[in-house]
């Protein structure tokens, strides 16, 4: 089977307990502050890439709700969950290799740990996308775990159930995103413990040229 499909269904799978493990997690918030201060027109209309059960979203929400937040996620019980947790927010159903799809235009971009389940080639795409429905000036926020790209593969979850995961180097990263008229406005590194073993977790907040 599509190393896709496996992982989309592990999503849907486990949204419940993606829920109970991560609705509440800190451990990005100022990067999400700084997205926040950085989309300065009031009412921007913003587009969440991967909303999962409305986590960041509704940090969006609760920061800025001026933000006419519109969030997208491949798996249906996801998208039913964040419909629950963040009512003034607007969620559907969508694969992000499918947002060329997308008509009109958009002041921010939310990822947050969408490129962790995309391969290279997709990840250029990604980019390139959320390049078209971003205005000259627009925001664009993406985080990855950082690694060898030949490090990828499949993981288990803690329920046996598996996703596909993909490292990239942040040094590929910022010459896709460079490729794709992207200037870096911010960059962080934070180390992400999970059981015994730590992973580095690398965001890129950048600016439409």
Same mark, same amino acid.
């Given at each position: 089977m599509d190393p896709y499909q496996i992982t989309f269904q592990t999503w849907n799978k486990v949204a419940q307990l993606y829920q109970q493990k991560f609705m509440d997690l800190d451990l990005y918030n100022d990067t999400y502050d700084r997205f926040c201060e950085l989309v300065e027109k009031q009412?921007?209309?913003?587009?969440?890439?991967?909303?999962?059960?409305g986590n960041i979203t509704r940090y969006l929400v609760d920061k800025r709700p001026d933000f006419r937040l519109e969030a997208i996620d491949v798996a249906p019980a996801m998208i039913e969950l964040a419909k629950a947790n963040v009512p003034a927010a607007r969620f559907r159903?969508? *694969?992000?290799? $499918? %947002?060329?799809?997308?008509? &009109?235009?958009?002041?921010?971009?939310?990822?947050?740990?969408?490129?962790?389940?995309?391969?290279?080639?997709?990840?250029?795409?990604?980019?390139? *996308?959320?390049? $078209? %429905?971003?205005?000259?000036? &627009?925001?664009g926020y993406f985080s990855a775990i950082e690694g060898a790209y030949e490090q990828s593969g499949f993981k288990a979850a803690s329920t046996g159930d598996e996703t596909y995961v993909y490292y990239h180097p942040?040094? &590929?990263?910022?010459?896709?995103?460079?490729?794709?008229?992207?200037?870096?406005?911010?960059?962080?590194h934070k180390p992400y413990a999970q059981g015994d073993a730590v992973s580095?977790?690398?965001i890129l907040i950048v600016r439409k040229k």
């Open positions: 009412g921007a209309r913003v587009l969440e890439i991967g909303c999962g059960p159903v969508m *694969d992000v290799r $499918a %947002l060329h799809t997308i008509e &009109g235009a958009y002041d921010g971009i939310m990822c947050g740990f969408c490129l962790p389940y995309l391969s290279r080639e997709d990840s250029v795409k990604l980019f390139t *996308d959320c390049a $078209a %429905l971003l205005p000259a000036g &627009g925001i942040t040094q &590929g990263l910022l010459e896709q995103l460079h490729t794709a008229c992207f200037e870096l406005v911010a960059q962080c580095t977790h690398v």
